[in-house]
């Protein structure tokens, strides 16, 4: 009856020690080393507005004050990561009744990121811009500017979007337009494993003092049983 309960303790002791760290998740490296712009054929500086038909919408775009992006993402937490991308600078002139429909078609934009990690690619954004024919000195909105986000898959499950923030003008002026990259799914391979390995929990002082207490009763079992 002794050795029974001495070996019921132990065993409860050993189960209640040996239990195993959570797996810890392990966040996923980002590096942007560069980005540029693409504009549409509809974009430029006509040669005089007030003259003839002009063609072409005043709108510059640049990527100068961009700075290489190397960020850690995580899940549940720190999924995403917000950065400055470039600026785009909508001139359009009032002259010659402001925007004209010519100048209202081949407005699309192209903005492509290059990743040298987690995957070593050129992933490109395109975006639909679209003006208003009219005034540009008006309150109406002039000119938008609307990205559609990308989802990118990498390793074995692993995922995650590239997205720009839409735009709009309503006067002459220049904006700052982000990027945000957005962790969806952890991959299980291609060297970023998605888990570590589990470890064994450090017992504490007080808990090895219960666990020799359980040895030593079950040792005094046994020597009573032999006698």
């Known amino acids: 009856m002794l050795r029974s309960r001495g070996l019921r303790t132990v065993a409860i002791l050993a189960a209640g020690l040996l239990v195993s760290a959570p797996a810890l998740a392990v966040p996923v490296g980002f590096t942007i080393s ?41 899940l549940p937490t720190s999924a ?22 010519a100048e209202m078609d081949n407005l699309g934009v192209t903005a492509t990121f290059t990743f040298t990690s987690p995957v070593g690619i050129s992933q490109q954004l395109t975006a639909l811009g ?3 024919a009219g005034s540009v000195s008006d309150a109406f909105v002039d000119y938008t500017l609307a990205w559609a986000p990308v ?12 997205s720009l923030a839409d735009l709009a003008f309503s006067a002459q002026g220049s904006k700052d337009l982000n990027a945000t990259i957005a962790l969806l799914a952890l991959p299980t391979s291609q060297g970023v494993p998605t ?11 007080g808990s090895l003092a219960l666990l020799g207490l359980g040895l030593a009763g079950l040792r005094f079992s046994r020597r009573r049983k032999s006698n």
Do not use: K, M, W
């Open 34 to 74: 560069g980005v540029s712009f693409t504009p549409g054929t509809g974009y430029g500086v006509d040669s005089s507005e007030s003259l003839g038909t002009p063609t072409l919408l005043n709108v510059r775009f640049s990527t100068s004050g961009f700075l290489a992006q190397n960020v850690s993402l995580d």
């Open 80 to 101: 995403t990561s917000t950065f400055f991308f470039g600026t785009v600078d909508f001139e359009e002139p009032s002259a010659g009744g402001g925007i004209g429909t």
């Open 130 to 132: 679209t003006a208003t």
């Open 151 to 162: 989802v990118v898959n990498f390793g074995t499950g692993g995922q995650f979007r590239v």
């Open 195 to 205: 888990v570590v390995a589990p470890t064994v929990a450090v017992p504490e002082p």
